[in-house]
Every structure is written in C-alpha cells, then in structure tokens.
C-alpha cells in the first residue's frame, strides 16, 4: 500500500464532504472546491474520516492512490484553513501595487510589469520600512491567499518569476522564508 494513500484524512465537523458520479465536493467555511476522480479510485466516507481506495496494485494505481489522497487532504486544509504566500520585493524603486484585477509591479525595467489576478485569490501589496545599514528603505509585502494549494502556489511563482532575487546585492522578488546567498562582487586589481 501507499504510505501517503494508505492514511485517512480526518473530517471536522463543519466540512460537508460528498462523492457524486466519481466527483469529491469538500465544503468549508471558506468556499468549495471540486476534484474529479481518476479511474480505479474510490473514495469512502464513514463518520468523521476519508479514505482513498485503489483497485489494484498496478505502478499506475499506487501513483494515482497517492496523488488522490494529496489532493483531497489539500481541499479539505483549503476550505478550513486556506493557504498563504508571502513575498517580499527588495531593491531600489522596486514596488507592487493592486490596481482592480492586476498586480502592478515596479521591478527595475523600462516598463511596469501587470500580471492578472486570478478572481479565486485575494492579493495584497504594502510597503514596510526597514533600516539596512544606517538609512531607512521601503520594502514590499505581497500576500497571496486562497482555498487552492495549486492556485496559491502558481501565482506567487509568477510573481517570482518576473525579477527571480539575484546573488550581488539580493535585488528582486522572494518567497518570505528563501534564503539568498550573496556572492562577493569582483575584487579590485591594484
């Protein structure tokens, strides 16, 4: 058996859980999310707690055991809890802002950069103060939440992906716990 497929997700009590024509809803406090199931996977309800079943032990069914029970737990974290991104922007003239449907960002090119916010999210850009080194600087705040893991996941890392932070001085855009090593720049010829 699966050790991720094989453990049981555990149901609160204000989760409202069904499986209709081979289709798992998870209702929560927080919104609704559907998953259709992949051929040869059941899901069985009893009290307060899911099961995924496979009908064989096929290569592809043990992938598909895994990756269903994942998925399930993913929804069913999404709808109670949701999920948080944070970013932070780092660098001189380098800001972010909500306008309507877009985030707009100032990252250091010639242009402003616009990306399309998903209407499941809700996105959120602030500058903070920081000192570094004797002046004060601003620096950007995003967070990115939502019900689904994979939505989250994907916007931050297209919000990262257009300035990725770089090794001289860490100028960009990173999640709040990265960690950039920075190089030393060229040593002086004498």
Known sequence: M???GKAPIKLSSDLNVTVKDSIVTVKGKLGELNYTLL???????EEDVLNVKRMDDSKEQRAFHGLT???????????SEGYEKILHIFGTGYSAEVVGPWLRMSLG????????????????????????GGRSDFTTIINVKGISKQLVGQFAAEVRGCRPPENYKGKG?????EYVAIKAGKAGTS
């Open 69 to 79: 029970r994942s998925l399930v737990q993913n929804m069913v974290i999404g709808v």
């Open 109 to 132: 090119f010639a242009h402003d950069i616009l990306i399309g916010i998903p209407k499941e999210l809700t996105v959120e850009a602030n500058a903070v103060p920081r000192s570094r």
């Open 173 to 177: 855009v990173r999640y709040h716990d």
């Open 2 to 4: 699966s050790r991720i």
């Open 39 to 45: 051929p040869g996977i059941t899901v069985e309800i």
